[in-house]
């Protein structure tokens, strides 16, 4: 079965940062586009960013550009989000995703705040 795992959210100040970690299994992994998404409250979830299989191209939203850096280790079966300079319109569940499947996990709360 396939199983999403997120991990690393926590409250953090403004300009904080934070490493999230999204391991998976139940699929080839490292045949896999893997990508970030977040749900604020009442908001849609929105694409973060995304890598493809092996890591040489990575895409991301306008408004996290130059400061957050989606990596993966295809040998831990694990993707990651780096989040730097956090503001708190950051402040969001975090999820990661395979492919365009429909299987999400629990998602790690992200809270920037003073």
């Known amino acids: 079965q396939v199983q999403l795992v997120e991990s690393g959210g926590a409250l953090v100040q403004p300009g904080g940062s934070l490493r999230l970690s999204c391991t998976a299994s139940?699929?080839?992994?490292?045949?896999?586009?893997m990508s970030w998404y977040r749900q604020a409250p009442g908001k849609e979830r929105e694409l973060v960013a995304a890598?493809?299989?092996?890591?040489?191209?990575?895409n991301y939203a306008d408004s996290v550009k130059g400061r957050f850096a989606i990596s993966r280790d295809n040998a831990k079966n694990t993707v990651y989000l780096q989040m730097n300079s956090l503001k708190p319109e950051d402040t969001a569940v975090y999820y990661c995703?395979?492919?365009?499947?429909?299987?999400w996990g629990q998602g790690t709360q992200v809270t920037v705040s003073s």
């Open positions: 139940g699929f080839t992994f490292r045949l896999s586009v």
């Open positions: 995703r395979w492919g365009t499947g429909p299987y």
């Open positions: 890598i493809s299989p092996t890591g040489g191209t990575t």
